[in-house]
């Protein structure tokens, strides 16, 4: 069985954790971390088939073969690297932090050299598998444009730089306009998307990114617009967000859970 560890016990994190404890997969929970040791012991006690021991990161590394990140940006930079090195395949939903040229062409070396593999889920988005099938020929533009309830973009890097008034907004307000490099830095836990889509397609220079503010909205909405060789589609996804941490939708867990599916099915269905 798959020993799996998770890193990062907030939403995300606890939807794998419930979903792998349902005994739907061929895994075994193994071990948990977080920067606060209170939320993964809470966690692990509302578990009923296993109990994940907290763990230290180095003693977490050498004891699975799948690390789950679903914390921060931050923990990527600091976590993976060094799970790549003990051999660990990764699954990576901060993708973000891979808008750092540096990082990201360390991991791709790291995975490389010691045979792992590194999983990127779709997370909140759909259409993830348009723009892989479209990159094998040429795209030539990618545009999301993320649409969220004002107060769903607070804490965000950019909100506080400009100190915009999120409770203040009225109406529709483009808030970022600019590549995904950009994107992802201004609102670290709001547009991972933007990083998937460029490891995807073209690039976190060439893909564009608005981000907009809608008091009208109750659901986290990303649109995707992508034009090539094959033509061009168009995707939209209206996003629950999640109850507890209103920045992430719900499907990015689904997605998640969906990976780690793939990852242990013999078939494998769309690209
Ligand atoms: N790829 C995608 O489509 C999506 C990606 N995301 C990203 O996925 C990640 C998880 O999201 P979500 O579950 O909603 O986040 P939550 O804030 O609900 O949970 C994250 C947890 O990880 C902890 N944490 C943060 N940094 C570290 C660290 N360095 N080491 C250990 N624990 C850490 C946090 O602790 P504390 O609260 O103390 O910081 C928190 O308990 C986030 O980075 C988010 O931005 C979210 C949605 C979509
Ligand atoms: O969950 C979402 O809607 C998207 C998100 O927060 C992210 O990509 O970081």
Known sequence: MLKIGVIGCGFIGGQICRAIDSGAFDAELYALFDSSQSK????????????????????????????????????????VPQALEAGRDVMVLSVGALADEELREKLFRLAEQNNCKLYFPSGAIVGIDGINSASASEISSVTLTTR????????????????????????????????????????????????????????????????????????????????????????????????????TSYLAALSAISTLKKILSPVQIGT
């Open 40 to 79: 993964a012991l809470k966690l692990t006690a509302s578990l009923k088939r296993y109990s994940p021991a907290y763990m230290r990161i180095e003693e977490l590394l050498q004891s699975v073969d799948l690390v789950i990140e679903s914390a921060s940006q931050n923990a990527v930079r600091l976590i």
């Open 148 to 247: 969220k309830p004002p107060l769903n973009l607070a804490g965000a890097p950019h909100i506080e730089a400009l100190g915009i008034e999120l409770e203040k907004i009225e109406k529709e307000t483009l808030l970022f306009e600019g590549p995904a490099s950009e994107a992802v830095k201004a609102f670290p836990a709001n547009v991972n998307v933007a990083a998937t889509i460029s490891l995807a397609g073209i690039g976190f220079d060439r893909t564009k990114v608005k981000v907009v503010a809608d008091p009208s909205l109750s659901r986290n909405v990303h649109e995707i617009t992508v034009e090539g060789k094959f033509g061009k589609f168009f995707t939209r996804v209206e996003n629950v967000p999640s109850p507890e941490n209103p920045k």
